[in-house]
């Protein structure tokens, strides 16, 4: 009989497995309390576009502080309007890099793909934004650690990442979830073997891999989520 209730909900798209029998993967929320039991008190957002990863966050985790970060002026007239529902979230209007300064960043027709990669097109409108990197962030709010830096910049993580050298030599991060891709040809996320290799280097650990994408003509797998953990970890 069960196999049956399970094979009428699988057939109108349905799926119905007890949460703790998951695999890794399926569900970060379950994979952080139950797989890896890490508490998440203090969460970077970078690339916040208009406050998905902070509501899914809040929704799980309603003590924790969020610092988001979201260069663009209408995503973050967007984030300022949604400001008073959430408690602990501070927003910047910033984006993250290697540098402090200005640079100019490429808008897309999506909103959620705006990116700072040099895109080589004339006709791409652009905008001038707010750069600052992650060390000197921390620095200057007295940040002492982060459980978990969330990326998703299109194609600007290893920058992101070069701006985030201190506090990563220094073991302040424990959880790093970041967009990227497996496939040759994608030209707008992050190579992962790359990722793998510098968060490697900092000692880090790929132990998950959420949110897949499949792109089409041909088949295949796109981009998602993968997420490292800090060996050993001590903050």
């Known amino acids: 009989m069960k196999n049956k209730i399970k094979l009428f909900l699988h057939r109108r ?7 703790l029998g998951l695999g890794i993967g399926t569900d970060i929320f379950i994979d952080l309390e139950h797989k890896l039991k890490i508490d998440i008190k203090t969460l970077i957002d970078v690339g916040a576009h208009q406050g ?11 003590l924790s502080k969020i610092i988001a970060f979201e260069p663009v002026a209408k995503n973050f007239k967007i984030l300022k309007e949604k400001e008073n529902t959430w408690e602990n979230v501070k927003l910047e209007n910033y984006a993250l890099s290697s540098f402090i300064g200005n640079k100019l960043i490429s808008l897309q027709v999506d909103s959620q793909t705006h990116s700072l990669r040099e895109i080589g097109d004339n006709e791409t409108k652009t905008e001038s934004v707010k750069v600052t990197t992650l060390d000197s962030y921390l620095e200057k709010n007295s940040l002492t ?4 830096l969330k990326i998703d910049v299109e194609g600007f993580e290893k920058e992101v990442l070069k701006g985030a050298k201190n506090v990563l030599e220094k073991r302040k ?3 790093i ?4 891709s497996l496939d040759i040809n994608d030209e707008i996320h992050t190579d992962l073997i790359m990722l793998r290799k510098i968060l490697n280097d900092h000692n880090f650990d790929l132990v998950g891999i959420y949110d897949q994408v499949m792109f ?4 295949r797998l796109g981009y ?7 060996r050993d970890t001590i903050v």
């Not at 979830?177 to 990227?180: D, F, G, K, L, N």
């Open 52 to 62: 998905e990863t902070i509501e899914s966050f809040k929704l799980y985790y309603p």
């Open 173 to 175: 991060i424990k959880l």
């Open 145 to 148: 650690h982060i459980d978990l």
């Open 13 to 19: 798209g349905w799926f119905a497995r007890k949460a």
């Open 216 to 219: 089409q003509n041909p088949t």
């Open 177 to 180: 979830i970041v967009e990227a």
């Open 224 to 230: 998602f989520n993968a997420l490292f953990k800090l």
